[in-house]
Structures are given as C-alpha cells and as structure tokens.
C-alpha cells in the first residue's frame, strides 16, 4: 500500500484547509481509513476515522471544525480543516484499518498566530 498526503501549508488561525491522502494499493472503498497528526515532540495523534458504512468519529479537539471525506473513484481521502489554530500545527498523516506498516511522508500544516 502506498499513501501520499498532500495539501499542507502555512495558513493563518480561522483559516482552512484540505488534505488529500491518495491510495494506491488498496481501495478506499473498503477500508476504513484515519486520518493521523504528530506534532514535534509529542506522539502521534488519532483525528478522524471513516467507516465503510460512511459513518465517522472525530477526536475531540477536532469535533466541529475537521471533516473527513473520501472519493472512491478517486481512491482518495480527505480531511478539510476550518477554523484552524496554531496547536494543529503539526505534520498530518491518513492510513488504512488495520494500519498499513508503510506510512506516507504526511504533509506540514502550520498555523500561524
């Protein structure tokens, strides 16, 4: 399986963002995916989970302003972050259920006071 994150940035607090997170080695379609971030100096963190069945979880510092979605003609999925805040600074990862040993490289998103 291979996972490519992309669409970081530098963005200001109260702006937004999408990642990508295109798959290629399985399909999305029948894997339940999350969406991960690791902040420097600190463990990776669970953020969004979408199910087969297109039901979804959030964690709670993300509950209301985060999104997961997926495309399964793309094999894509994405994670579309508003009312962003400098502590979701991190780098952000997506992966399979059961996780995948070959993680991506995730994509940095900085947000700037």
């Known amino acids: 399986v291979q996972l490519v994150e992309s669409g970081g940035g530098l963005v200001q607090a109260g702006g937004s963002l999408r990642l990508s997170c295109a798959v290629s080695?399985?399909?999305?379609?029948?894997?339940?995916m999350v969406w991960y971030r690791q902040a420097p100096g600190k463990q990776r963190e669970f953020l969004a989970l979408?199910?087969?069945?297109?039901?979804?979880n959030y964690a709670d510092s993300v509950k209301g302003r985060f999104t997961i979605s997926r495309d399964n003609d793309r094999n894509t999925v994405y994670l579309h972050m508003n009312s962003l805040k400098p502590e979701d600074t991190a780098v952000y990862y997506c992966?399979?259920?059961?996780?995948?040993?070959?993680w991506g490289q995730g994509t940095q998103v900085t947000v700037s006071s």
């Open positions: 080695g399985s399909a999305v379609s029948i894997n339940p």
């Open positions: 979408s199910r087969r069945d297109g039901s979804t």
């Open positions: 992966n399979l259920v059961p996780p995948s040993n070959d």
